[in-house]
């Protein structure tokens, strides 16, 4: 905690904000946090003592906790996810929108008084490394030690964040509130052009930790377009090739709860021993414009907030044993025999079980959330790449869009310009997922699965990837994959995780020009000797199925993306429609074996 003369050092503006706040929302009391060890120590043990999280098993799992948040706040509200500009077209037709006066009065109205009783933090945070041009900073006012405990693991949190406020022109600013956890009242609002977030009434992740979709995606996306680069909601992947003692860099862009996380730490399989794969990021990359005109990433977060559910053995070895330390969990299942978390996946479930609502399990159920999560710093991770934290960033060789699609969507094809490859990621459409609210499974567009996360006009946000386009000099390759086709009988065809190396060799095959590829109307296609299926029991005419472009099947799929791109009336770019047609128009004159 900063003592009184450390808070006068800070920039007036922040004491005065901070007391401003303090007078509406009347906490007891306000701590500034430094991020220091024994402040943490200090904030884990008041969540334990007032039972407000599980301490789990200290030789097991030293330092880590299990988190319950209430059964309808389980994932981001989408419909309660608000942008608050001047004018509604400004936020666009895939955005909810209010007049901002009217959302400023509605919120201060809900925050009133709400901190009655309790302590406000104020938590300051740097998103990218220290010292960089491109990191951000900013300030998170919070009544949830919850909270905070998962600030100082996702960012940059404490003293090394007040040094560069210190510094910097601009921070984001914003409030949250548990408030009383009511759904009707729940609403996270983004003031773009205040540089303000204001969420209340949820303690769930994307919603209540505002370094992360809130300001990180929407707001930065702002601040991108504004400045000339662009905030995705991307992985960066680090693939080195040993042999060649060769670095790639690969970002990708898939929805929430589709593998991301999996995929920015893969394992190459056996076949592939003079590859390494290193996680850079797993959920958010800001891109920006190098001096020799590349792309370059950088990922703002310090670490990890992935899915439990499902992770495991076969699905994500190399995190596990990073779970086992200094880790939040929320919503997993609990082993009440040796207080240890658990989750569909991580192993056979043990005898008794408590679910993740805190019930008795009785095996019907999934015992963990579909979207239960862990929060676990990116530092004690082995596979981590030693450039996270290079306030350069890196140079980009290649993107992936992507997302869940039973049906159609070949396993891997490459845009055969990168400006094709914006009309590609403009055309993602993906299978929801427990990531958000809502049913799952259901087809929906989900542009560069930048759907929830674009704090604008997303017509203006294709334009601004033209114009990102326009000054580059080297231009990544741009893919799309589909990892999730599944059989008459509903199983995935292709077996995913560690095997979706083979298709990343692939690209980076692609990347050094080593390969020829087959042209279809929608781009190139591997030819199917050249993805490598050795030690794979993985039949042949199966992956020529995954290849295969199916013209009738395209004839539909274009005429859903253009009632979607019809949407934006004329904020949508004539560029992005000249590919369109050009895409459809490749599409109705191709002939195939029919
Ligand atoms: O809850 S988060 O928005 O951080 C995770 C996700 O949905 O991608
Ligand atoms: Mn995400």
Redesign the pocket.
């Given at each position: 905690m900063l003592n009184n003369k450390e808070i006068e050092s800070l920039p007036s503006y922040l004491v005065s904000w901070v007391e401003e706040v303090r007078e509406k929302t009347k906490p007891d009391k306000v701590y500034w946090c430094d991020g220091s060890e024994e402040e943490n120590n200090e904030l884990t043990k008041f969540l334990t003592d007032t039972k407000q999280w599980i301490k789990l098993n200290e030789e097991e799992y030293p330092n880590c906790y299990l988190y319950r948040t209430s059964t309808d706040d389980v994932?981001?509200v989408e419909d309660r996810t608000l942008i608050c500009t001047d004018k509604e077209e400004q936020a666009g037709p895939t955005n909810r929108w209010i007049e901002k006066n009217k959302a400023l009065q509605m919120m201060w109205n809900l925050f009133e008084g709400v901190m009655r009783g309790r302590t406000m933090y104020v938590v300051p945070y740097l998103l990218g490394p220290a010292n960089s041009e491109f990191s951000q900073a900013g300030i998170e006012l919070t009544d949830s030690a919850y909270v905070v405990a998962n600030l100082r693991i996702l960012t940059r949190m404490g003293n090394i964040a007040w040094a560069e406020i210190k510094r910097k022109k601009e921070i984001i600013k914003s409030i949250h509130s548990t408030g009383n956890l009511s759904l009707e009242n729940r609403y996270i609002c983004h003031f773009p052009d205040e540089r303000l977030l204001m969420s209340i009434n949820t303690a769930?992740?994307?919603?209540a930790?505002l370094s992360?979709?809130p300001h990180a995606l929407r707001i930065a996306s702002v601040t991108a377009r504004d400045e000339g680069w662009l905030a995705e909601?991307m992985f960066l992947l680090e693939i080195e090739n040993k042999d060649k003692n060769k670095k790639y860099y690969i970002s990708g862009a898939l929805?929430?709860?589709s593998g991301k996380t999996n995929l920015a730490m893969i394992q190459p399989p056996n076949a592939f021993k003079n590859f390494i794969a290193r996680t850079v990021g797993d959920?958010i990359s800001w891109l920006f414009i190098g001096k020799e005109g590349e792309v370059r990433g950088i990922n703002p977060e310090n670490g990890f907030?992935g899915v439990a559910y499902g992770t495991g053995p076969s699905s994500n070895p190399n995190i596990l044993e990073s779970l086992k330390k200094n880790t939040i969990f929320t919503n997993v299942a609990f082993n009440p025999e040796n207080n240890t978390p658990w989750w569909e996946g991580l192993s056979n479930p043990p005898s008794k079980l408590y679910d993740w609502t805190g019930k008795l399990w009785d095996g019907k159920e999934n015992a963990a959330h579909k979207?239960s999560?862990f929060s676990t710093p990116i530092n004690q991770y082995k596979y981590k790449s030693e450039v996270y934290n290079d306030p350069k960033g890196v140079e980009l060789s290649a993107m992936l869009f992507g997302g869940r699609r039973s049906k159609l969507v070949p396993l891997v094809y490459e845009a055969r310009t990168f400006e094709q490859g914006i009309l590609i990621g403009a055309m993602t459409r993906a299978e929801t997922t427990a990531?958000?609210a809502g049913a799952s499974g259901i087809v929906r567009d989900d542009p560069m699965s930048m759907l929830?996360f674009c704090g604008y006009n997303m017509g203006e946000y294709f334009n601004h990837w033209f114009d990102f386009a326009d000054n580059l000099k080297r231009k990544p390759k741009i893919f799309n994959v589909n990892w999730f086709r599944k059989d008459d009988k509903g199983n995935y065809i292709w077996p995913g995780f560690g095997e979706n190396f083979r298709v990343i060799n692939w690209m980076i095959d692609r990347v050094d020009n080593k390969v020829s590829a087959v042209e279809t109307p929608i781009g190139f296609i591997p030819n199917v000797d050249d993805i490598n299926l050795e030690d794979l029991n993985f039949e042949k005419q199966k992956l020529k199925d995954l290849l295969y472009f199916d013209k009738q099947g395209w004839v539909k799929e274009m005429e859903e993306v253009k009632k979607f791109f019809e949407k934006f009336g004329e904020r949508f770019p004539k560029r992005l429609w000249n590919e369109f047609y050009d895409m459809q128009k490749r599409i109705q004159d191709y002939k195939n074996d029919e």
């Open positions: 994932a981001r769930y992740g994307g919603n930790m992360k979709k909601h929805p929430s709860a959920d907030f979207n999560r990531a958000q929830a």
